[in-house]
């Protein structure tokens, strides 16, 4: 049986409920397949301040297990919550993350379908698309929890936080995480180094001033014993003792030089008559 409730304001400190993921496999983080497809999902997390989360919150959740473990949950019992004053399974305080100290963070998701986000706007409801969400924005959730006692024994009981729709109440500061957990990506391991790398940075020559004086050639002094040389005078122009006196021009052709610029006659082409061209 579930249990239906709405909670009180939170804000989204990862995901996106109108925007989809792969889910993967807790231990393995490898996606988890059905029917040879990866399983979609709508998942996020919440963060209330502590004290409303167990005066609206918690006594739903407890209401939700006690139903399938009605004589107290075992010790593994997955509630969805992280305590944002605690460690994760790493050792890494969870107050270094935004929106983490001082509340308890309730991971909820579902694989049916996109649950909607509304927003009150003068009295009329709107739905919200995912670029008009973002992490770090205030919500209100209705939630629907059922407890889950699963039969196979590598599975772990807990709860099953379905969230139904969201109630956008306002905008807040974007947080932004990343999507890669170095420590899953590279595993802490140590690498012997190639030759040429340091350990430590290298210092470098790059900051070295610069000379900014103008270059000056070094003066030039000849060697002691450079031999003078005279500089030879320029023959004087003689002009050839058998000299030849030029020859007198021919007379000018005074018919040519009066007819200098006129049209010349056309030239006469046998058997064409003058003029026909």
Not at 69 to 93: L, M, Q, T, Y
Not at 133 to 148: A, F, S
Not at 165 to 170: K, N, P, Y
């Amino acid at each position: 049986m579930s249990v239906e409730f709405v909670t009180s304001v939170g804000r989204i400190v990862w995901g996106n409920p109108a925007r989809s993921m792969i889910k993967k496999d807790q231990n393995t983080k490898q996606p988890i397949m059905r029917d040879g497809k990866q399983v979609e999902q709508w998942a996020c997390g919440i963060a209330f301040p502590k004290a409303e989360f167990q005066q609206y919150i918690m006594p739903y959740l407890q209401q939700a297990a006690s139903e399938v473990f009605p004589h107290g949950v075992p010790a593994n019992f997955s509630w969805k919550i992280k305590d944002g004053d605690g460690v994760d399974s790493k050792g890494r305080p969870y107050n270094e993350r935004e929106g983490y100290a001082g509340h308890y963070v309730l991971a909820m998701s579902t694989e049916a379908f996109s649950p909607p986000v509304y927003k009150n706007e003068n009295g009329v409801y709107r739905q919200l698309s995912a670029n008009e969400i973002k992490t770090g924005d205030y919500v209100v959730v209705k939630l629907n929890v059922v407890g889950n006692q699963p039969k196979h024994a590598n599975y772990t009981p807990g709860i099953y936080v379905n969230p139904m729709a969201f109630d956008h109440v306002g905008y807040g500061k974007e947080i932004v995480t990343s999507s890669i957990d170095p420590e899953e990506a590279f595993g802490g391991r140590t690498y012997q180094l190639p030759p040429g790398a340091s350990n430590t940075p290298l210092a470098s020559n790059s900051t070295a001033p610069y000379n900014t004086q103008p270059f000056v050639p070094p003066a030039y002094n000849a060697p002691a014993n450079t031999p003078t040389v005279a500089s030879s005078p320029k023959p004087a122009y003689n002009a050839p003792a058998n000299n030849v006196s030029p020859k007198p021009l021919p007379a000018p052709a005074h018919d040519f030089v009066n007819n200098a610029g006129s049209t010349p006659p056309p030239a006469v082409i046998p058997g064409i008559p003058p003029g026909r061209y």
